[in-house]
Each structure stands twice: as C-alpha cells, then as structure tokens.
C-alpha cells in the first residue's frame, strides 16, 4: 500500500541502529540503518510483508510479524540480524503481531486476532485480540488473557515476570504464568514503558498535528511533554541508555484525503534537544536514501 501508515521502528541493544520496516519485494522488507553513518541494509528481501520487528536483548535475532502470500493470516517469523535463519514461529489461522522478546531473551509475546475476517497483511487491521506467550525457538504457545477482553501492545516488564498490555479501558499487568488475574496499572492506552522500568513514553493530541511525545513516571504521574514545538509525534521507542527517545513524525502531504508519511526523529531526555534522524525518504526508497551532511 501507498504511503507509510504500518511503519514501526525498534531500537538496537547498543542504541548504534535503527532497525525499520519499509518499502520492498512484499510491499514491505526489513532493514537497518547504523546511526553514526546512516547507511542502510537490507535485512529481510521476502514477497512476504514484514512489520512490528524487534530486537532480542542480545541484538543478534529479530523478530517480527509478517503476511504470506497466499495465507489469509499473519504469523510470527524470527530472523539473525545478518538476514540468515529465517524461522516462523506460528501458523494457525490468526493474524498475530506486536511481538516482543522478554529480557532473557527466551520467550516471546504477541497479540493474536482469531476473529478477524479478511485476510493477512501484517498490520492492515486493528493489532489486537488475545495476549500470547511462546517460546523463542516456537515450542509452548500458551494464551494469557480470556477471548472477551480486546488486548493490544504488550510489553515484558523489565524484570521479566509480568506482560504489561493495553485494553479499550486502559493497561493491565499479568503475571506471565498466568497465575493471577490482570490488574489495572497506571498509565494511558498504548504507552511505552523504558527498558529499566521507570518511565512510560505516549503520543498525545485530538488529531494527527496536534500529537505530541509526553514522558512521565511509571505510576503515571510527573507527566511533561517533550515535543512543545512539534506536531504529528507518535510510536516512541526508548533508547536503552535512557538518554534519549525516538520517535515518527506524521505529515499529509497531500492533504486529509492522501497518504501520510513518516519521518524519524530523536529528542533527549536531558535536555529540550529535537531532532530529524531520517526523512520520509528513508521509508520511499531505503537502500537509496543518504544521511543528509550535519549543517
């Protein structure tokens, strides 16, 4: 599809690349851009179309959610960061995506849809459903949370013992043996939680120029906007140093009737500093786009 609407960014272990979904062979390939150079490499050259990639801990697997040609549903692939061993991880007959790996690194979550009705395409329908755990080599699938609740966007906490997801009424916290029934935690919808735990990072505003990144506390309070200047800001993504925060910038060029399209850009979390990473032209044309000389 046109434009860049199911674009999703992860950040490396070592916080020296960005690892993105754009355009490819399958409407969408996986790639990576190193930070200091922005050079650009292809990780995923597939007809299938890959979205919501992630790191392991160890930043030496990916895994990501992809549709196959020919299959109605969207399963969970595992790849080496060099594009090698390409493993998938489900096949049942369900859209799967949002996967994430704990911090050891050996189970994974995702949200499972098996209601839908249409077929595949990795992300072209709402990313929710059920909560699910699976082992990172595909064995033990277990299903978390009860088939009436809609679940989305969950997360590892980061001492590894609970799944932290998002609900229409707000987040929830399970334990991830299922021990226990989900609790309400503080936070809004969708927020993003810092590798350490202590911070939740969201995108807040009524329509797409009024979004903007806000930060606070992990009890939801202290609460304080870091983009006052800059509009269309969403799907941050800590960096694992805590230092810093990217994010997407949302524009319609083409007006509320055309496509929107994306940039990538950083602010601390030190200091009021903003700043464009990558422009739209990383997502268009990926192994063709060239880090713009500093000014």
């Known amino acids: 599809p046109p434009g860049h609407g199911d674009t999703t960014i992860a950040v490396s272990p070592m916080d020296d690349a960005i690892l993105f979904n754009a355009s490819g062979e399958g409407g969408r390939d996986l790639y990576l851009m190193e930070l200091s150079e922005g050079k650009v490499t292809r990780i995923a050259e597939t007809p299938e179309y890959e979205t919501a990639a992630d790191f392991s801990p160890d930043g030496r697997r990916i895994v990501y959610a992809a549709g196959v040609p020919g299959d109605r549903a969207d399963h969970i692939f595992t790849i080496q960061h060099d594009g090698s061993a390409k493993t998938q991880l489900t096949d049942v007959d ?7 790996f704990a911090p050891d690194g050996k189970t994974i979550v995702f949200a499972r849809d098996k209601t839908y009705v249409w077929g595949g395409l990795a992300a072209n329908w709402d990313p929710g459903g059920v909560i699910c755990l699976i082992d990172a080599d595909g064995g033990n699938l277990r299903q978390l949370t009860s088939d009436d609740e809609f679940a989305f966007d969950p997360y590892f906490h980061a001492d590894g013992t609970r799944i932290i997801y998002s609900t229409m009424s707000g987040r929830m916290s399970i334990p991830v043996d299922g021990s226990a029934a989900p609790q309400p935690v503080p936070g809004p919808t969708g927020a993003v939680p810092s590798h350490d735990g202590k911070y939740l990072a969201y995108s807040k505003g009524e329509y797409s120029p009024d979004l903007k990144i806000f930060m606070a506390d992990a009890d939801g309070t202290a609460e304080r906007v870091l983009t006052p200047k800059l509009g269309g800001c969403c799907r941050p993504v800590f960096a694992h140093a805590g230092d810093r925060l990217y994010f997407l910038r949302e524009e319609w060029p083409d007006g509320p009737t055309g496509v929107p399209n994306f940039s ?11 700043r464009m990473v990558a422009d739209r032209g990383l997502f268009d044309d990926p192994l063709g786009w060239k880090l713009a000389p500093a000014p």
């Open 94 to 100: 369900a859209n799967d995506t949002s996967p994430r």
């Open 264 to 274: 990538v850009w950083v602010t601390s979390l030190v200091d009021p500093s903003v």
